[in-house]
């Protein structure tokens, strides 16, 4: 009850105590005069009600807005408990898709979750895993869509990330399907272009660009990207291709550390087919 209303209850009940009083007296003194004890007994119900009424309207005023203030305190805390509720059913489905690749039971990786991001110079991210967690510089690192980088530098406990859409980031490649092959590197935007192949080679608009396992670096299969353009060059020996990036960088919430000398699960290569 707020301060207001506990001093009206307070006064209330002095003020028809004082009514109750002057009744009190008024029948002493006219006690002989039923006609006028009546009247006054009517007029001191009167006045105490009319003192009554208002004091209770005022604590029935103050009463509501103490309860109205509960109640949106206790709404506030319940959209609270509501988004953490959310955030923590849309990790679970992340944290779900990436251990539908098999890639935790299977093979033997290192979970990490982003911290943050530099774009300046090389484009990196910082994990929550690091030397502690036998986490090495040039392990690449994959999410549930396919390479995201390998790591550059390992601290103790944290470590950095050079991303594929970094201009110094090279891969060797290949088409899932036609299984010609190339190297990967990131031009602009959210496109990647791939670079020596030949201008009879068999690449179609469509066809999904996974690693080669030429490199020791990366293992074969990782989703890199889709083909989104193919022109032949009419002078020279080489094909124009377009590849768009499967990742989104810009969402990079979890993902795993592939340590070095560890088989990749085949099923990563057929996230494409989904």
Not at 97 to 107: F, H, R, V
Not at 201 to 227: E, K, Y
Request: proline share 3%; charged share 20%; hydrophobic share 45%.
């Amino acid at each position: 009850m707020s301060r207001f209303s506990n001093f009206a209850h307070h006064w209330q009940d002095y003020l028809i105590l004082v009514v109750a009083v002057l009744v009190s007296l008024s029948l002493i003194f006219f006690s002989n005069e039923q006609t006028h004890n009546g009247k006054v007994q009517a007029l001191a119900i009167e006045m105490m009600g009319r003192i009554a009424s208002p004091v209770w309207k005022v604590r029935q005023y103050f009463n509501i807005m103490e309860t109205n203030r509960d109640l949106r305190r206790e709404n506030a805390l319940l959209q609270l408990y509501n988004a953490q509720l959310n955030e923590a059913f849309h990790e679970n489905q992340r944290l779900r898709k990436l251990l539908g690749l098999g890639l935790m039971q299977e093979y033997d990786c290192i979970p990490a979750k982003v911290l943050g991001r530099q774009q300046t110079g090389i484009h990196t991210i910082i994990l929550s895993a690091g030397l502690e967690q036998n986490v090495q510089p040039n392990m690449p690192v994959v999410s549930a869509n396919g390479l995201v980088g390998k790591i550059s530098q390992s601290g103790p406990n944290y470590s950095s990330a050079q991303l594929l859409i970094d201009r110094n980031f090279r891969v060797a490649v290949r088409m899932q399907r036609s299984r010609v092959e190339g190297i990967f590197k990131w031009q602009d935007g959210s496109i990647g272009v791939l670079e020596g192949v030949h201008h009879r080679a068999d690449v179609q608009v469509g066809d999904v660009v996974i690693t080669s396992g030429m490199s020791s670096l990366f293992p074969p299969g990782l989703l890199i990207g889709r083909v989104i353009k193919v022109e032949s060059v009419s002078t020279g020996m080489f094909q124009d291709i377009a590849v768009q990036a499967l990742v989104d960088f810009d969402r990079l919430e979890e993902v795993f550390i592939v340590k070095q000398n560890q088989p990749i699960p085949m099923n990563i290569q057929n996230e494409s087919d989904d």
